[in-house]
C-alpha cells in the first residue's frame, strides 16, 4: 500500500491525503514530524535529506516535495481526471500550484505561524498586518482568474485547485480582516462540498 510520511495536520501533507481521498486511493499514512519528531532522524533522512515532510513510499518509489507527489499520484491514478490530459488544462494547473509554492503559501506562512503556532502575549502585530496585506493581495491575483473560470485549470476541479484550497481554507479560519473577492469565495464554496476535503483538510482544523 502506498505509505504516506506526515502528520496530518501539515498542510503539504494534507495535499497528498485529499487527493487520494478523491481517487479513493489506500493510503497508510504515518504520523511525523511536528511533536512526532522523527522527521530529523537518519532513517527518516535516508529517504528525505530536507528533514521535511511529506514523503511517500510507492513500492520501491521515494517521492518527497508535496506538489511533485500530487503530480505523480495524480498521473498514476486519475490521468485525464485530476491530473489534466489536455497540456493548455494541465498547464493552467501547473501554474496555479507553482504559485502556491512560491507565491502565496509564502505570504500566508508567517500569519499561520503567528496566529496559530505563537502563544498570543508573543505575537508580533506587524507580521500579522504584513502577511495579511500580502496574502489579500496576492490572493487578488488568484480571485481575478475565478472571475473568468470556475477552477484553477479552467472548467473542472483538478489538482490545481488542491494546494489552494488549502491555503484559502487557513486564510478564511484567521479572525483577521479579509478583502472582499467574491470569485475566491464561490470557488471556495465548491471545493468545501468536496467529502474529501472535508474529511482531510477541514475536520482536521487548524493546530
Ligand atoms: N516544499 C516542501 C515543503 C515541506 C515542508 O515545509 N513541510 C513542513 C510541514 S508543512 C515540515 O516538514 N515542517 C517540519 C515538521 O513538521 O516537523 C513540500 O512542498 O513538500
Known amino acids: 500500500m502506498l505509505k504516506v510520511w506526515g502528520r496530518k495536520n501539515s498542510s503539504n501533507v ?10 479513493k486511493v489506500p ?22 535529506p ?21 503530480r505523480y499520484l495524480t498521473a ?6 485530476l491530473y489534466p490530459a489536455d497540456l493548455r488544462e494541465r498547464a493552467g494547473a501547473d501554474r496555479w500550484m507553482d ?3 512560491t507565491t502565496a503559501g509564502p505570504a500566508l506562512t508567517p500569519l ?12 508580533d502585530a506587524k507580521i500579522i498586518e504584513d502577511s495579511r496585506m500580502k496574502t489579500g493581495n496576492v490572493l487578488k491575483i488568484f480571485d481575478a482568474h475565478l472571475a473568468k473560470n470556475d477552477y484553477a485549470g479552467g472548467k ?10 488549502i491555503v484559502v481554507y ?15 469565495k464561490a470557488w471556495y464554496d465548491r471545493i468545501a462540498a468536496r467529502p474529501a476535503f472535508q474529511e482531510h483538510v477541514v475536520s482536521v482544523g487548524l493546530t
Request: net charge negative; aromatic share 10%.
Open 99 to 101: 504559485w502556491q509554492l
Open 50 to 70: 530536507n528533514g521535511l515532510i511529506p514523503t511517500i513510499e510507492d513500492g520501491d518509489l521515494v517521492l518527497w516535495e508535496s506538489n511533485t507527489i500530487l
Open 76 to 81: 498514476k491514478h486519475d490521468m485525464g481526471g
Open 170 to 184: 487557513r486564510w478564511f479560519q484567521f479572525a483577521i480582516e479579509h478583502p472582499n473577492l467574491p470569485a475566491l
Open 27 to 48: 493510503v497508510e499514512r504515518i504520523d511525523l514530524g511536528g511533536p512526532f519528531g522523527g522527521d530529523k532522524e537518519p532513517p527518516y533522512l535516508a529517504l528525505n
Open 14 to 23: 494534507q495535499k497528498v491525503m485529499w487527493a487520494c481521498g478523491e481517487m
Open 112 to 123: 499561520f505561524l503567528q496566529l496559530i503556532r505563537t502563544a498570543a502575549n508573543k505575537r
Open 156 to 165: 473542472r476541479f483538478t489538482m490545481g485547485d488542491i494546494p489552494l484550497g
